[in-house]
């Protein structure tokens, strides 16, 4: 079954700079890669996703890259700001029955001003 | 509604007990899933309903967690004999079909004591 590496698990940067979080995943046969953002006390919210047949998306500040060919994936966040502190998933889900995301184990992303 | 809702909010409850966790989708969601997570981990998948079916049910963890849908909307997660191991955030999310990104619930966080 997939298995998604995610890293770094805690990143700090300074306000205004940018971040990189890079995922990993193992099965091939994958085609969808969402980004969640989870506040303390609150459910993931979804951030930016994109699929198999791109390279790369944007959303304003943020963006994501995906290298079918290397099975890696990764959210960049530019002009980072304070309310950007928090924790960031990656998943990845396949076309075969049950359609089940499968989650990095997280990034902790702290913004200091 | 708005958004995917989960009662409780929080739930303690006694080793060995009985204990229902509610979710209600967004109105028209056809997709609903149920994840765990533990402290400091992602989101770990359970089940995936389409409709009122159990479309994948390959993520409880035993025969002591069950999940029902019956009018293909609000749906319960149920789990037996409640262990100190079950404690984490149950989370649920909705999706107008099986593909694209969730919506997820605050989820319930679930202490066994």
């Known amino acids: 079954g997939e298995n998604v590496e995610q890293h770094p698990s805690t990143l700090s940067v300074q306000e205004g700079d940018s971040a990189v979080i890079k995922c990993t995943y193992s099965?091939?046969?994958?085609?969808?890669f969402p980004w969640y953002k989870q506040e303390l006390g609150k459910g993931p919210q979804l951030i930016i996703d994109?699929?198999?047949?791109?390279g790369e998306k944007k959303d304003q500040r943020i963006a994501v890259t995906l290298n079918k060919t290397a099975k890696h994936f990764s959210l960049h966040i530019t002009e980072t700001q304070p309310e950007d502190s928090a924790v960031y998933f990656c998943?990845?889900?396949?076309?075969?029955?049950?359609?089940?995301?499968?989650f990095g184990k997280g990034t902790t992303l702290s913004v200091s001003s | 509604g708005a958004g995917v809702s989960q009662t409780p909010s929080n739930k303690v409850t006694e080793k060995g007990k009985y204990v229902e966790l509610r979710c209600d989708p967004i109105?028209?969601?056809?997709?609903l899933y149920w994840y765990r997570q533990s402290l400091g981990q992602g989101p770990e998948f359970l089940i995936y309903?389409?409709?009122?079916?159990?479309?994948?049910d390959s993520g409880l963890p035993n025969d002591r967690f069950f999940a029902v849908r019956p009018e293909g909307s609000v749906s319960t997660l149920k789990i037996q004999r409640t262990e100190r191991g079950d404690s984490a955030v149950y989370l649920c999310?909705?999706?107008?079909?099986?593909?694209?990104?969730?919506?997820f619930g605050s989820g319930t966080r679930l202490t066994v004591v």
């Open positions: 999310a909705s999706s107008l079909n099986r593909f694209g990104g969730y919506t």
């Open positions: 099965d091939s046969a994958s085609n969808y």
């Open positions: 994109i699929r198999s047949n791109v």
């Open positions: 998943a990845a889900e396949t076309n075969q029955a049950g359609t089940a995301l499968i």
């Open positions: 109105s028209g969601h056809t997709a």
């Open positions: 309903f389409q409709g009122t079916g159990a479309a994948d």
